[in-house]
């Protein structure tokens, strides 16, 4: 069983166009986070949610909405995405929020806006 | 929390031989973590070392941590092929957030 899964793991959309990714944790974590990972390998953390409510909103445009329904899923919307949406996105959980335990990410999804 | 710095950017290494890595921060911690990252895949957990421990080992990784000179050193020994990846530290200061650095790029040459 994967811990954090995302979908889809590859993303091609144009300039302009709204897209979702998805992200499921199956441990029981109360926390998950939003990551970004631009082409030079720099992680930014974007979002961080602890038992659905959004703890941690850092500087990202609010073209970016994270939506929690449950503490296991934690989505995240992007409207009019712009070329410089490019990245990979990770999506990562943990049983509490902060540096303090080990966290889960996972696979990624590669977005590409053209 | 803070983001660590790690050091060097880039190692490149043979099959056989120790790679050392280092990562520094500014601020007091609770716990340091360290993380690989392999080509297109999410970072994996390798090893929390919190503030009062001065090293800790796991399997053929041993991390050193010296809160006086706010610095840590991740030792891969006897390294493999399948051990080139990036490498992240994430000092845990006890905030909300999980921040991590620019990363070090370990490649192990066969």
């Known amino acids: 069983d994967t811990a954090v899964s995302q979908t889809p793991k590859y993303l091609v959309t144009q300039m302009g166009n709204d897209k979702s990714i998805k992200c499921e944790q199956n441990?029981?974590?109360?926390?998950m986070y939003w990551y970004k990972q631009d082409s030079k390998k720099f992680l930014k953390i974007m979002f961080s949610?602890?038992?659905?409510?959004?703890?941690i909103n850092e500087t990202v445009p609010n073209r970016f909405s994270p939506k929690s329904p449950d503490k296991a899923h934690l989505n995240l919307h992007i409207n009019s995405l712009e070329l410089g949406d490019s990245a990979v996105y990770f999506c990562?959980?943990?049983?509490?929020?902060?540096?303090?335990?080990?966290?889960?990410f996972g696979q990624g999804t590669r977005l590409t806006v053209v | 929390s803070q983001q660590g710095e790690e050091d060097p950017q880039a190692l490149s290494i043979q099959e056989g031989e120790n790679a050392t890595m280092n990562c520094s921060y500014k601020?007091?911690?609770?716990?340091l973590q360290w993380y690989r990252q392999n080509s297109g895949r999410g970072l994996v957990h390798l090893i929390l070392?919190?503030?009062?421990?001065r090293e800790k080992h796991s399997g053929r990784l041993r991390v050193t941590l010296d809160t006086s000179k706010k610095s840590s050193s991740l030792l891969i020994t006897a390294s493999r092929a399948a051990d080139t990846a990036s490498y992240f530290c994430?000092?845990?200061?006890?905030?909300?957030?999980?921040?991590f650095g620019k990363g070090m790029k370990l490649t192990v040459n066969p």
């Open positions: 990562a959980s943990s049983q509490v929020s902060g540096g303090d335990t080990e966290a889960f």
């Open positions: 441990l029981g974590h109360d926390t």
């Open positions: 949610y602890n038992n659905k409510e959004l703890i």
């Open positions: 601020t007091s911690i609770n716990n």
């Open positions: 070392i919190r503030s009062n421990e």
């Open positions: 994430a000092p845990g200061g006890g905030s909300e957030k999980l921040v």
